[in-house]
C-alpha cells in the first residue's frame, strides 16, 4: 500500500520529468528546428533543389514534345515537389528523393541527346548546365558542416536521450 508521502514523491518526480521533457521539447527542439531551417533558407539547398525540379520540368517538356517517355523522370520530378513544398518530411527523404530524380535525369540525358533537333538539344544541355550548377551549389553548402559542428556538441548523453523522450528530431545531414 501506498502512503501519502510516497505518493507525494511520486508525483513530484512526474512532474519533474514532465517540466524536463516539455523544457527539452521547447527550447532544444527550437535550436535543432533552427538548424534545419538552414535547409530552407532563400540561397540553400531547398532553393537548388527547387532549381534542378524547374529545369527537369522544362527536360520532360522537351522530351515529351518529341514523344519520348519521360514518366519516370516527371515521377521523381513530382516526387521532389511534394516532398519540398510540405517541409515536413526528414532531410533523409529528401536527399532519396533527390537521388532518385538524379538517376532519373542520367537515363533520360542518354535517351535525349541523340534523339532531338538542334534547338531542342541546346535547350536540353542548357537546362542541364543549370542543373550541374544547382548541383554544385548544394555540394558547397556550408548546411552539412552546421549540421556537424551541431551534432558534434549535442548529440551525446543525456541530450540525445532527452530529446528522443521529448519527441525532438535532431537534425540531419543531407546525403
Not at 9 to 15: M, N
Not at 31 to 55: F, K, N, P, S, W
Request: glycine share 6%.
Amino acid at each position: 500500500m501506498w502512503s501519502k508521502h510516497q505518493s507525494l514523491r511520486l508525483l513530484a518526480l512526474v512532474l519533474i520529468l514532465g517540466s524536463t521533457l516539455l523544457n527539452v521539447h521547447c527550447k532544444f527542439g527550437a535550436l535543432c528546428q533552427d538548424v534545419t531551417d538552414g535547409l530552407y533558407a532563400e540561397d540553400g539547398i531547398a532553393a537548388q533543389l527547387e532549381t534542378i525540379r524547374v529545369e527537369t520540368a522544362a527536360i520532360i517538356a522537351v522530351a515529351e514534345r518529341n514523344g519520348i517517355d519521360a514518366g519516370s523522370l516527371s515521377e521523381a520530378a513530382d516526387e521532389l515537389q511534394s516532398v519540398l513544398s510540405q517541409r515536413q518530411f526528414g532531410t533523409g527523404y529528401l536527399f532519396r528523393c533527390y537521388d532518385k530524380l538524379r538517376v532519373e535525369l542520367i537515363s533520360a540525358e542518354q535517351n535525349l541527346l541523340g534523339a532531338l533537333s538542334e534547338t531542342d538539344l541546346q535547350t536540353v544541355t542548357d537546362c542541364l548546365e543549370r542543373i550541374q550548377a544547382a548541383q554544385r551549389l548544394i555540394s558547397s553548402s556550408s548546411y552539412n558542416d552546421v549540421v556537424r559542428g551541431f551534432l558534434a556538441r549535442y548529440d551525446r548523453f543525456p541530450t540525445r536521450l532527452l530529446a528522443k523522450l521529448a519527441g525532438v528530431r535532431m537534425p540531419a545531414v543531407f546525403g
